[in-house]
């Protein structure tokens, strides 16, 4: 067994309790949660559609990140890190602070359960999606980088609950948040997203964050190819 499967087989039976315990008892909402991502609080929060989409699935432009499922466990807790400053975020940390511990748990659970589908998005110069393919898969020996898909799963699928998919993400908003967790300005997983995104430079981070945004249609289009 592996160090990612024992973190990811603690964190499954550990999210249950630790969501329950950050909602006061309060079982995740979906319904109240689709309610705050279209309308936004009482307490001053904006829905969250206005720019992630109600859909989860923001804009082609990469400027927010794709919400949509995402497990209920990962968002919450980034909500809370923004909350804490474990985060920082302009746009993000005044309206996590507004979200109530009840809102952050129905919000979270709404958009885990929207299975919405992934934009067609324009592919990036061929070599460089290759390069992010073999730091993807391979990592570096010399430059001693471990692949990403040994925590994010096979083809950036994801570890639920608490490593979130990259497949169909938006490389402006991979590379900006590996360059969030160079610079310190992300300090959730310092010991080792901030220990990876480090050795990390401007190439191999745009190159990771291309491969993984088109990896998604990829994947669709060899599943469609075999259905014929």
Partial sequence: ???RHLISGAAAVLAPTLVQAQSGGHPAYAKHGAVVAAQGTAAGAPPCAQCHAF???SDASGAF???AGQSAYYLAKQLRDFASGERASAIMSPIAKALSPDDVADVAAYFATVNAPFLPLKTDDAALVKHGEEL???GS???RI???NNC???DGAGEPPAIPYLAGQYSHYIAFTLQMWQQGFRKNSLNTMGVIAKKLDDQEIAAVAAYYQQVQSTLETVES???D
Avoid: D, Y
């Fill in 1 to 3: 067994m592996t160090f």
């Fill in 55 to 57: 859909n989860g699935v």
């Fill in 65 to 67: 990140p794709r919400l």
């Fill in 136 to 138: 993807a898969k391979v």
């Fill in 141 to 143: 020996a010399e430059r």
């Fill in 146 to 148: 471990q692949n990403c």
């Fill in 152 to 154: 994010h799963g096979p």
């Fill in 225 to 227: 190819q075999g259905k």
